[in-house]
T-cell receptor, first 117, second 115 residues
Framework: AQSVTQPDIHITVSEGASLELRCNYS??????LFWYVQSPGQGLQLLLK??????LVQGIKGFEAEFKRSQSSFNLRKPSVHWSDAAEYFC???????????????FGKGTHLIIQP | DTAVSQTPKYLVTQMGNDKSIKCEQN?????MYWYKQDSKKFLKIMFS???????INETVPNRFSPKSPDKAHLNLHINSLELGDSAVYFC??????????????FGPGTRLLVL
């Protein structure tokens, strides 16, 4: 079964500084990878996704992520964070279940991003 | 103009009660899901429906039963609520349920508190 690890529970970054959130996955085939953001009291919004092709993926709000198969990683980056980026970030992998058909997403436990002024 | 909507947003109830949470999507998607987010923010899939068929049923108690009257709706009915059911429940939908089109769109969540 697939799994996702986000090793950092909390990360604190100064406003204007760069950001990298780590995500490692375990899956036997080519993964379908996602980053979602959850603002306080809100639902989940898709930031970006990787299905195939270019391993550097651009998303919304200035985020990007790089898929590295050799490291089983899909880290999220942003060159300069804004106070509004403070939120919970979830990495997820989508995959076919053994019975085929539709798939749920397997989420990591999330990284809570705190922005210091 | 909400893509995926859930009602109610908040639900406070007593142990042992039966309750339902409704979900509707206006995206024309074929597949809908229910996820549970626990107090530690861990998200886990509970169910998915594709064209009125339950095709994933994770190991959740049979007190939980998804009901889909049509492609645009997937309601979650919970019998005999327990304290451990307190969580945020998210509905989501995707186009076809195939991995290459598997972007899922989430609703705002329903915060359930069982007393």
């Amino acid at each position: 079964a697939q799994s996702v690890t986000q090793p950092d529970i909390h990360i604190t970054v100064s406003e204007g500084a760069s950001l990298e959130l780590r995500c490692n996955y375990s899956y036997g085939a080519t993964p379908y990878l996602f980053w979602y953001v959850q603002s306080p009291g809100q639902g989940l919004q898709l930031l970006l996704k990787y299905f195939s092709g270019d391993t550097l993926v651009q998303g919304i709000k200035g985020f990007e992520a790089e898929f590295k198969r050799s490291q089983s990683s899909f880290n999220l980056r942003k060159p300069s964070v804004h106070w509004s980026d403070a939120a919970e970030y979830f990495c997820a992998v989508g995959a076919l279940y053994s019975g085929g058909g539709a798939d749920g997403l397997t989420f990591g436990k999330g990284t809570h991003l705190i922005i210091q002024p | 103009d909400t893509a995926v909507s859930q009602t109610p947003k908040y639900l406070v109830t007593q142990m042992g009660n039966d309750k339902s949470i409704k979900c509707e999507q206006n995206l024309g998607h074929d597949t809908m899901y229910w996820y549970k987010q626990d107090s530690k923010k861990f998200l886990k899939i509970m169910f998915s429906y594709n064209n009125k068929e339950l095709i994933i049923n994770e190991t959740v108690p049979n007190r939980f039963s998804p009901k889909s009257p049509d492609k645009a709706h997937l309601n979650l009915h919970i019998n005999s609520l327990e304290l451990g059911d307190s969580a945020v429940y998210f509905c989501a939908s995707s186009h076809t349920g195939q991995p290459q089109q598997e972007t899922q769109y989430f609703g705002p969540g329903t915060r359930l508190l069982v007393l």
